[in-house]
């Protein structure tokens, strides 16, 4: 891929990177950034040779965002190879992810609430995070709310 300037590595480090902060693979991340900057669908021998990779750190990350959502595998007709491309709602399943990590974790510290009885500090701090993590729902449902109906206005017209 030859349409590759340094800026546009440098964001598909930063993406990279992001996803590390996020607890998942920098390679995940990197192949992510690869595919927001490309239009074509990519075989895994183009993804390895673009980001000097190897062939099977890209199946193993391919498999990642697959199960993920985030990419989709295309084939082309005639051609053995798998191709891949992002996936058009990839922010909204992200964005899912994170709703759901938020509603998992809520639950949690609102089971085990009433078993912290004896110390006033630890229950309150996880009232404070039930709390908090209300508002990340709260947020989180309002943007995937909004994406959707702006995704339907643009199809629309």
Not at 43 to 50: E, F, K, L, R
Request: overall charge negative; cysteine-free.
């Amino acid at each position: 891929m030859s349409n590759i300037t340094p800026e546009v590595l440098s964001f598909i480090e930063e993406i990279g990177l992001d996803y590390e902060r996020l607890n998942l693979p920098r390679i995940a991340g990197r192949i992510m950034g690869l595919l927001l900057v490309t239009t074509d669908p990519l075989s895994s021998q183009q993804i390895a040779s673009t980001l000097q990779i190897s062939l099977g750190s890209v199946s193993t990350n391919m498999n990642l965002l697959l199960q993920m959502g985030v990419v989709e595998k295309k084939s082309l007709i005639g051609d053995r190879i798998n191709y891949y491309i992002l996936a058009s709602d990839s922010i909204e399943k992200e964005v899912m992810d994170m709703l759901s990590t938020t509603i998992s974790r809520q639950a949690i510290f609102t089971k085990y609430l009433e078993a912290i009885k004896d110390d006033e500090t630890v229950k309150q701090r996880f009232q404070e995070s039930i709390e908090t993590l209300e508002v990340f729902r709260k947020f989180y449902v309002k943007y995937l709310s909004d994406l959707r109906s702006s995704n339907s206005e643009n199809k629309s017209n």
